[in-house]
């Protein structure tokens, strides 16, 4: 079973407007990554979040950790119709192995 | 550097075949995994290594044999295909294992059995 989970499953917006979609994982973590999916493409890796951090930022790329919620969110202002695509935390499932959520897939409309 | 390679690109087999999924990187990355991808499943992790000649299974292994005789290849084999194997399989790499390093994707290869 997926350690983290992606939420909303779908998001559907229009350029210039901004998109958070949400990580929720069910225990103790030390590092979660962001990774993002063009269609037919491997995963590209986003974002690195580290548990004593609270916000990084990249770009139009901000990402949140909340340890006590066991949360993490993704917020891309902006959008641009460039950035459809599907987008998926990785969390660590028992002591280091990175474990995939089902993914948010995002569409941008021009 | 190519980085993670595989392949074929795409691949159909027949119920019973077996094959070799290629996998190759050129950055001397320890840690290499295999992972399969179906509609909305996400990724399912199928088996990984730790370095030459350390293999391990994952969370979906069955199905499934791995070698990792070098530090750059990673083959998967299939070893009696079944339907339920059609999928698309991703390669990837990182410098260790774990989530506090990037991983590096190659590109896939979509696997219809027929």
């Known amino acids: 079973s997926q350690q983290g989970e992606e939420d909303p499953q779908a998001l559907s917006i229009q350029e210039g407007e901004n998109a958070t979609m949400n990580c929720s994982y069910k225990?103790?973590?030390?590092?979660l990554q962001w990774y993002r999916q063009n269609s037919g493409r491997g995963l590209v890796h986003l974002i690195l979040i580290r548990s004593n951090e609270r916000e990084k930022h990249s770009g139009r790329l901000r990402v949140t950790l909340d340890t006590s919620k066991k949360s993490s969110s993704l917020l891309i202002t902006a959008s641009r119709a460039a950035d459809t695509a599907s987008y998926f935390c990785?969390?660590?499932?028992?002591?280091?192995?990175?474990?995939f959520g089902r993914g948010t897939s995002l569409i941008v409309h021009p | 550097n190519a980085g993670v390679t595989q392949t074929p690109k795409f691949q159909v087999l027949k119920t019973g075949q077996s094959m070799t999924l290629q996998c190759a990187q050129d950055m001397n990355h320890e840690y290499m995994s295999w992972y399969r991808q179906d509609p909305g499943m996400g990724l399912r992790l199928i088996h990984y290594?730790?370095?030459?000649?350390?293999?391990d299974q994952g969370e979906v292994p069955n199905g499934y044999n791995v070698s990792r005789s070098t530090t750059e290849d990673f083959p998967l084999r299939l070893l009696s295909a079944a339907p339920s194997q059609t999928s698309v399989y991703f390669c990837?790499?990182?410098?260790?294992?774990?989530?506090?390093?990037?991983?590096?994707f190659g590109p896939g290869t979509r696997l219809t059995v027929t």
């Open positions: 290594s730790v370095g030459a000649g350390i293999t």
């Open positions: 990837a790499s990182s410098p260790f294992p774990g989530v506090g390093y990037e991983q590096y």
């Open positions: 990785a969390t660590e499932r028992g002591s280091y192995i990175p474990t």
């Open positions: 225990t103790s973590i030390n590092n």
